[in-house]
């Protein structure tokens, strides 16, 4: 195994992330605040952002669209399984990497499933224009767990072999109680969790629907977090069913209410996907690929992200009769009385 | 029963994956054509097949239908368990995992997977030629369920002999206990399936070999197309063509979006 | 850091424990029968039970009392912290060693909190009739969940020094990418899991209420769980709503229902502590540690336990104003309308 | 603000541990007096004092009365965060826990805590001569809390020159970065409440320090009563009894059972 001298951590170190939770303050206050507001306090240039929900399921758009409007540059970006949000910070590194820059990601699985590759990705990785760190899904939902844990590292079996390990800072060891190879991963400790759930209450205690992804775990790793909600409700209300709390509240800093904060993504209970506005995304970033200029896809960004003040602007540029559609696509998938 | 004659190449993976997996056994099911094959096998000849997804759903009925990602609301509704990604992770590497169903772009003899990039590892592992998408979960599906089924298309340039990048361990270099030594668990590839026709991997040489051809296709076809030397099974046989009902089933029943099954 | 020559597995080894997955039939089949069908089928002599609950909250006591029946020798027993489960384990070697023997425990506590010390702890340990491997809540909670998770160990920061990493099998190392000292836990693969919960379907998805405590992971990690739920419910009802579900089907092998299972201890939504009883129990046991014999314990365990056929003969011999009361006090915990 | 003239040792014990705890900080509280401390601070000087108990509870009101358990069905109602065992304890490595509140046995200089045996270790260990509870989540408090409030019932034999089983870390050997070195977290022993007085720990040397004598109690009486040489703070001063309001609130309101605080 080889020493430690080589590590690099990209977001906090563990002794870091110790330290800045040890300097939060911790108490159990009103953290709504605007969008805006929350994204120039959180974010700054050059830090490790953890993404939150899994492929195109409940991806922080809002939060993404809200970081584009301000520009960001050098950022790490860090994340199991993402399709959408990563696009969008991406795509406006592709109209104008003097506003908006990614400097590296450490994913497993960067595109859209049922709805093919990431252009973005694609753009930006076979042109070298990001630092790729590659990992499994288990391997970074396990690095945050290790983060939101307090610990440096983490085991796990797999995978064991192949060029995974060669492509990150995983180490494999010989297990001192079975004498077996075991791998470590590094905890991920990133300066910043952005996250969209379904429900929270103004000091932060989160409800999740459906697959809890990795968020909780991204958001107990970061020195902060960003959550928008579809609902914000009272505190009386989320903590009558204390066990269906996800995220609790010394593990936010601010709270939005964002309803179809995960648009075009699907948010169970809320909206199914809008897989013709993710393929309208798409078509636009792929033509560069194919080596064609940044018009069609800087026509999209002003239209639906500069073009705009706030993320309801990006919604009410969709029909009602579509969004209406969408909402009732996932009510049949989890039909319930109102 | 009657055999369809207008089945796509995608329509005879699909049901080829349904029959290999079996009854009453858990799967954990990677997306894409695996996800389509798992709801035939639940709605034919295995109801009591229990998918797992990466995203955290255990056991869902899917009666409400073809998730399009393996994190769906679909896959929630009446599962029997629903953490993360951590969680189903968690219970693999534990061994609650039978098989798991995985699709790549580029395989070896021994099974190893590759869906990470087309181009030089590691020298231009910073520019790749082809970015493709990255593991998912699908390496660590591969290194901790007990047997796995992949699915990769039939081509001799994606049938290497040794892979561009590595993603999903499979018999490695096909050594005795090469997975064992190397710290994984569970038994390794159990089938490959293509379009052309269905593998296992013979016992002793941990080495792909052909078991049944699709209709229209031969050992020498299949060989010609493949970039590496095949063993073939004595017994080998050709797949049944999918019924007119199956083919049904997927155009109609499971997959009426060609969310996954193209008809092209 | 020692090497591996020297560990030792109790319950299963993590190979071992894997390979009993394998080889378990995983269906979603009905896993219904008496308790004591489930008792003679899944413990053994010599079998390490992982004891789930905490304290006195819903711990195993139905099953503790229907292994006291049948018998067992040389047990290794672990758990967190414990209370009722263990002492009525104890209390039967006290009472006669020939029908019940412990002949290990590994764990961070066994006593009652505001109901006192256990005598019976006192009893076997101070007469070093039982082996002994101290450890912290954490650590065991910690050994159970990495071999829910199939890893043969899991780090944790603490206790770091003192002299509990001298008592037990813990390995410190320093971390590969801090430098720092961290401790490596042995996982533990227990033979057997008992577990009480709120309520489960005839198949052992089960729902837990209130604490968690270390039960899933307990259950996870054992090659086989007898489960017994205060309610037997649908699985419909069950599915209804999947993130509730605590400990899924595959983990389980059997599964009773057993009202008041957990009593005289308590279980979150039914009952509170029955404190006298717990208090009668300890008097017929602390006597011995004084030098008396075993005549009242044995007075106890006659009426009590050998005396009736099964858990209900138990709740029996309670007035019925003592058990409503101990649901009317847990029901002023967590109002609910009914 | 009328002085109490019937106040028992744990009841000074109980009011002291309340004044110790700050506002809007979080506390992992352990069983016993420190669940009483805690729930007497929220209801004076402390409403914002957020609770943790180790077996899931996070931010309980403790509206419906003292839990006599760390794991009783009354830290569950109305909290923020329910889990299990790991939970709790992962979110204290992480370092979510400002305090942490504990009991034990045997104390010695550097505030390392006994609460598993009496006897001889490692030789007696297999066969103690008393055998006490264990750690419970004690010493994983101890190592990861930020700052540790410890209560121990003062009697010279139990302030112990060498303990004779360190079961939560306190400064170790007292030597420069001890507790870092040895791979812990957080700041270690910051208050010791006993039935005499209150301590602190010296900065340099990491011992334990005499800071306020219970009143009857003067520095010689609490060092006639203590097994190792203690240091004197410069400010030493007396700590002003309970109020009658203060002994009325935890003899009516909060333990009216005596489930912690003995009459006697």
């Known amino acids: 195994m080889e020493n430690n001298a080589e590590m690099y951590w990209t977001g906090l170190s563990p002794d870091e992330a110790r330290e800045a939770l040890v300097n939060k303050d911790k108490s159990m206050r009103d953290k709504r605040m605007s969008l805006k507001e929350a994204v120039d306090k959180f974010i700054k240039d050059g830090d490790n952002v953890g993404v939150g929900g899994f492929v195109n399921i409940r991806q922080p758009i809002a939060i993404t669209h809200e970081m584009v409007r301000h520009g960001f540059k050098d950022l790490t970006l860090s994340w199991q399984s993402a399709g959408l949000g990563p696009d969008y910070l991406a795509g406006a590194m592709m109209v104008d990497d003097s506003h908006f820059s990614i400097k590296r990601v450490e994913i497993a699985y960067w595109a859209h499933e049922s709805f093919g590759l990431s252009p973005m990705f694609r753009y930006l990785a076979e042109r070298g224009k990001i630092e790729l760190e590659d990992w499994s899904n288990y391997n970074m939902s396990a690095r945050f767990k290790a983060g939101s844990m307090g610990l440096p590292f983490i085991p796990t079996r797999g995978p064991m072999a192949g060029d995974i390990p060669s492509s990150c800072r995983t180490k494999i060891m010989d297990c001192p109680f079975t004498g077996r190879p075991i791998a470590l991963l590094p905890a991920s400790n990133p300066d910043v969790a952005i996250i969209h759930v379904n429900a929270a209450d103004k000091y932060g205690n989160c409800i999740i629907r459906g697959t809890d992804c990795t968020c909780a775990e991204i958001a107990m790793a970061s020195a902060r977090t960003i959550i928008t909600c579809e609902q914000l409700v009272s505190h009386e209300l989320i903590t009558s069913s204390p066990k269906e709390v996800g995220i609790p509240f010394p593990a936010v800093d601010a709270v939005v209410e964002v309803p179809y904060g995960a648009y075009p993504g699907l948010c169970r209970r809320h909206y199914y996907f809008n897989g013709d506005h993710i393929r309208e995304l798409h078509a636009a970033a792929a033509v560069m690929c194919k080596g064609e200029p940044a018009d069609k896809l800087k026509a999209y960004y002003d239209k639906y992200i500069f073009g705009v003040e706030s993320f309801e602007g990006f919604l009410e540029q969709f029909p009602l009769s579509k969004l209406l559609a969408d909402q009732k696509a996932e009510a049949y998938n989890c039909e319930r009385l109102a | 029963m009657t055999a369809s004659t207008d089945y796509t190449a995608q329509e005879i993976i699909v049901v080829a994956g349904a029959k290999i997996l079996e009854n009453n056994k858990i799967v954990f099911v990677g997306t894409g054509l695996p996800m389509v094959a798992a709801l035939l096998a639940k709605r034919t000849h295995a109801p009591g097949l229990i998918p797992v997804f990466e995203a955290g759903a255990v056991g869902p009925p899917l009666e409400v239908g073809l998730p399009i990602s393996v994190g769906d609301s679909k896959t929630i509704t009446g599962a029997c368990y629903a953490k993360g990604l951590n969680a189903a992770f968690e219970m693999t590497q534990r061994g609650f995992a039978d098989f798991d169903f995985i699709g790549g772009a580029e395989v070896d003899m021994y099974g190893n997977l590759n869906s990470t990039m ?147």
Chains 1, 3 share one sequence.
């Open chain 2, 118 to 264: 087309i181009g030089d590892f590691p020298g231009g592992y910073q520019t790749p030629k082809v970015r493709l998408p990255g593991s998912g979960g699908a390496s660590d599906m591969a290194a901790s369920c007990e047997r796995t089924i992949l699915i990769v298309p039939h081509d001799k340039r994606k049938f290497s002999e040794k892979l561009q990048y590595v993603t999903s361990p499979g018999h490695l270099d096909g050594s005795p206990n090469a997975r064992f030594k190397a710290g994984m668990q569970g038994k390794g590839p159990y089938r490959v399936i293509t379009t052309k026709g269905i593998f296992d991997f013979e016992e002793e040489s941990k080495r792909m070999r052909l078991i049944h051809t699709f209709p229209g296709e031969t050992v020498e076809s299949i060989q010609a197309n493949t970039g590496f030397e095949l063993l073939v099974a004595d017994n080998v046989s050709e797949f049944t063509a999918p019924t007119q009902e199956e083919v049904r089933m997927i155009r109609e029943d499971i997959d009426p979006n060609g969310a996954f099954v193209k008809r092209a």
